[in-house]
């Protein structure tokens, strides 16, 4: 069986739901990676809207339209998306299978 392109956990769809709503000209979110931190990559989250989706893949099965940047697809096959609170913040998290480390600070990963 296959993994899953990509996972939101309920937590997470519901945060980006409440975002999403707030934004005027969004029709949904794009997430991507960037070379960046000491560990290589790191996800980029924004949103996504008809002039900014070229190059990104249509992720189905959401509430809303998922992209995924086409360079990023093979390094986050498998990974899943949380939202988190904690006392002093919260955040979005990102289980991801196919890391193999990260740095200490935990902005950025390698594969």
Known sequence: M???????????QKQIIELLSKQENSIGLKIG?????CAGLSYVMEYANNDNIDGY?????????????????MYVIGTEMDYIKEEF???????NPNQTSECGCGESFHV
Do not use: H, Q, W
Request: proline letters at 5%.
């Open 89 to 95: 913040g919260e955040r979005f998290t990102f289980n």
């Open 57 to 73: 893949e249509l992720v189905n099965g959401y509430d809303f339209p998922l992209y995924i940047d086409n360079k990023a697809i």
């Open 33 to 37: 990676l960037n070379t960046k931190g």
């Open 2 to 12: 296959n993994a899953p392109l990509f996972t939101l956990s309920n937590n997470a």
